[in-house]
């Protein structure tokens, strides 16, 4: 079975710093798909930034890059410039290539943005 | 906003009770996910349903169901509620493609088990 882990429970940045959150995954699968949701109090997950496994480059979305190392199943989000509308919960997630769209959630990291 | 709505927000219901919780799709979306959200935890899937038949389940009890509609509406029936069913359950809608499709969510529905 697939795992995902966030082993930062909570993270706190000053605003228009910098910030990286991590993620590692298990999996025995070759082809699959990584994803960054932020969810804020508002409680709905939104997409942040999707990484597929056969792409080497590391996807950027504005602010948002990540740095996905395949060989050590290692999937960090980077946050540029940090705002204080960044300030939610994020969480990573994988999903197979075939088969049912299943997404396989970590437990969370919560983001606070200090002005 | 995504376009996937849940029905409803905020729901209380005793224990040993059911309940339905409802999802609309985004338009276009032929598919519909549910998951389960403990407090400070990440969601958990349910199951998928897939042009009105279930396509994969995730380490639930039968007492949680499901449907999907031919307009791609979804509900969730959970049966003989426990008080470990307390949690948000969220509705995620996607198109089928086989490549990679995004899902997008709706808010959710809270629910609190007494």
């Known amino acids: 079975a697939q795992t995902v882990t966030q082993s930062q429970p909570e993270m706190s940045v000053q605003e228009a710093e910098t910030v990286t959150l991590s993620c590692t995954y298990d999996t025995s699968e070759s082809d699959y798909y990584l994803f960054w949701y932020k969810q804020p109090p508002s409680r709905q997950m939104i997409l942040v930034i999707r990484?597929?496994?056969?792409?080497?480059q590391n996807a950027t979305e504005n602010r948002f890059s990540v740095n996905f190392q395949k060989a050590a199943k290692s999937f960090s989000l980077k946050i540029s410039d940090s705002q204080l509308g960044d300030a939610a919960m994020y969480f990573c997630?994988?999903?197979?290539?075939?088969?049912?769209?299943?997404?396989?959630f970590g437990q969370g990291t919560r983001l606070t943005i200090n002005p | 906003e995504t376009g996937v709505t849940q029905s409803p927000t905020h729901l209380i219901k005793t224990r040993g009770q059911q309940v339905t919780l409802r999802c609309s799709s985004q338009?276009?979306?032929?598919?519909v996910s549910w998951y389960q959200q403990a407090l400070g935890q990440g969601p958990q899937f349910i199951f998928q349903?897939?042009?009105?038949?279930?396509?994969g389940r995730g380490n639930f009890p039968p007492r949680f169901s499901g449907l999907q509609f031919p307009n791609y509406s979804s509900e969730l029936n959970v049966n003989a509620l426990e008080l470990d069913d307390s949690a948000l359950y969220l509705c995620?809608?996607?198109?089928?493609?086989?490549?990679?499709?995004?899902?997008?969510f709706g808010q959710g529905t809270r629910l609190t088990v007494v």
């Open positions: 990484q597929e496994a056969y792409k080497q």
């Open positions: 349903y897939y042009r009105e038949e279930e396509n």
């Open positions: 997630a994988y999903r197979r290539a075939q088969g049912a769209q299943k997404l396989v």
């Open positions: 338009s276009g979306h032929n598919t």
């Open positions: 995620a809608s996607s198109w089928r493609t086989g490549a990679s499709t995004e899902a997008f």
